[in-house]
């Protein structure tokens, strides 16, 4: 289990490859995470230091296996879009859009 009690993140290449790997994700909805995280669907989503939330949400995981089973396999489908070809195609597609002659 990955744990991201964080106040700030841009981009947080740590979820990706949190996410990649199959690590079911604990953490907070800030900056690129809500970008990123769906609670219920392929993370927990917890409050900025809510302890008692972290706690419930690590032994929601940790004693409910179908849970952690669903939440690595849409993690991993999620993560598996980050690839360098579909992330360079989406920066061209960018572009290509607000190229003006």
Do not use: C
Not at 7 to 24: C, D, K, N, R, W
Not at 34 to 59: F, K, Q, S, Y
Not at 73 to 99: G, W, Y
């Amino acid at each position: 289990m990955f744990v991201l009690n964080t106040a700030y993140e841009g981009f947080s290449h740590q979820l990706i490859e949190t996410m990649a790997v199959g690590t079911p994700i604990v953490t907070t909805s800030v900056g690129g995470n809500a970008e990123l995280m769906r609670h219920e669907d392929n993370a927990l989503i917890v409050p900025l230091d809510g302890v008692e939330e972290i706690a419930t949400a690590i032994h929601r995981i940790l004693s409910d296996d179908a849970l952690a089973t669903r939440l690595i396999k849409k993690a991993k489908k999620d993560a598996s879009t980050f690839t360098d070809t579909a992330m360079l195609d989406a920066l061209a597609s960018f572009f290509s859009r607000h190229n003006t002659p």
